[in-house]
Antibody, heavy 119, light 107 residues
Framework: QMQLQESGPGPVKPSQTLSLTCSVS??????????WSWIRQFPGMGLEWIGY???????YYNPSLKSRLNITIDRSENQFSLKLSSVTAADTAMYYC???????????WGQGILVTVSS | DIQMTQSPSSLSASVGDRVTITCRAS??????LSWYQQKPGKAPKLLIY???SLHSGVPSRFSGSESGTDFTLTISSLEPGDFATYFC?????????FGQGTKLEIK
């Protein structure tokens, strides 16, 4: 059974860069046909699609975040990562990683990691 | 961006009831619509994809349908474990966008 697990360094201060990693087990991140995505959920429960990366490194970003966002993939470690720069309190959210099918449906999710942006 | 308008935002129902949740897309999305269930403190779980296809392991009391830009999630007979929040998501265009969610509570 595929499992995804988010990890990160903890609270982030405003203007710093948020860095998260998603470790994938139970399957290869290099398997064709899947996208590896990041989604966040704000304290009021709203969900926002951040972006995803394909195994060949092609990325698709939410235009609202594109100027601050970088998603990368490390096939040797079977993981993918998110970096979001110049964070503000508005970036405080639960961040999830997920596997997306070609149809764009997220069939496996990590448990989520809470990121708080605060000075 | 494609806007997904989900209704109602909350719903009270009893075990055994039939309930319906609706999402309307702001433009045609060719059936690229999924439904997720989320329980407190947990990640969303995929229920329905491609508007009406049941994800593996999901009970058959859950069903989805499509009519133009309107999409419906139906739970035919509520069980205690179904009280949760439900979200729709379109994946026709990036950015993929979600509905606002429907909190299903016990009456």
């Amino acid at each position: 059974q595929m499992q995804l697990q988010e990890s990160g360094p903890g609270p982030v201060k405003p203007s710093q860069t948020l860095s998260l990693t998603c470790s994938v087990s139970g399957g290869s991140i290099s398997s064709g046909g899947f996208y590896w995505s990041w989604i966040r959920q704000f304290p009021g429960m709203g969900l926002e699609w951040i972006g995803y990366i394909y195994q060949n490194g092609n990325t698709y970003y939410n235009p609202s975040l594109k100027s601050r966002l970088n998603i990368t993939i490390d096939r040797s470690e079977n993981q993918f990562s998110l970096k979001l720069s110049s964070v503000t309190a508005a970036d405080t959210a639960m961040y999830y990683c997920a596997r997306d099918t070609r149809g764009g449906y997220s069939d496996f999710w990590g448990q989520g990691i809470l990121v708080t942006v605060s000075s | 961006d494609i806007q997904m308008t989900q209704s109602p935002s909350s719903l009270s129902a009893s075990v055994g009831d039939r309930v319906t949740i609706t999402c309307r897309a702001s433009q045609p999305i060719s059936g690229y619509l999924s439904w997720y269930q989320q329980k407190p403190g947990k990640a969303p779980k995929l229920l329905i994809y491609a508007a009406s296809s049941l994800h593996s392991g999901v009970p058959s009391r859950f069903s989805g349908s499509e009519s133009g830009t309107d999409f419906t999630l139906t739970i035919s007979s509520l069980e205690p474990g179904d009280f949760a929040t439900y979200f729709c998501q379109q994946s026709y265009n990036t950015p993929h966008t979600f509905g606002q969610g429907t909190k299903l509570e016990i009456k």
